[in-house]
């Protein structure tokens, strides 16, 4: 039976992907959270559908990183980890973030150092048994700094350049390191944007991409597919058009 960990288990994303595993075949799947209750709640669904499945599920801090350590050695106790998904966030609200530094601080560190030390600390756990794909939901927010969200972007690109290093670091072993870049999806994060009428990619659609890079160990997801050419575009606008652009 795989054993797969999902950090952030409460996120749209990451529960979706949880029912598409569990839809293949019966699994030993690992839920960790913040909050208690709610991942009480996936877990109860998951387990309906799939009632083969063992699954268990785990409280942690997430800023601490003595508390994320213990977490990765924890599950990591009962064996070797299959895969293991790391995709919590939030999404700030970029004023906010520039009229109150607290507010920033924390966007930063839940969006880019909380998911950089989970992924250290299971990246030990992986290496030790030289098996497991390690992925790591990022954000085409990081590609290009933007007035419109750059304190989210500027914690993804920290994500981003970390998952190249960790990629260069497990070069030619049996694990794998996976990033994926999604582009805005409809979620309760985005329920502002689909509101001022802007376009999103269905939660389901991008789950299933991500699932598909995750079993073939693909480096570098952009999802959907049409973000990795917008995203090459906005890179490389000469600053002078870019800095008319209201994005």
Known sequence: MKRIVIIGATSALAEHCARLWLLKQPADLTLVGRDAQRVERVAADLQVRSP?????IIQAEFLDPDSIGLTARRISQAGPIDIVLIAHGSL???TECQDDLPACRDALSINGLSPVLFAEAFAKELEQFK???LALIGSVAGDRGRKSNYVYGAAKGLLARY????QHRFAGTG??????KPG???TPMTAHMKGAGVKLASVEGVAKQVIKAIETGKPLLYTPEKW???MRIIQHLPR???NKLEI
């Open 163 to 166: 998952a190249e290093g960790l």
């Open 52 to 56: 083969q499945s063992r699954i268990r």
């Open 92 to 94: 700030p609200n970029q």
């Open 240 to 242: 002078a058009i870019f």
């Open 131 to 133: 098996h497991g794909t």
């Open 184 to 186: 805005p999806m409809e």
């Open 175 to 180: 694990v794998k390191i996976v990033l994926v």
């Open 228 to 230: 990795m050419l917008i």
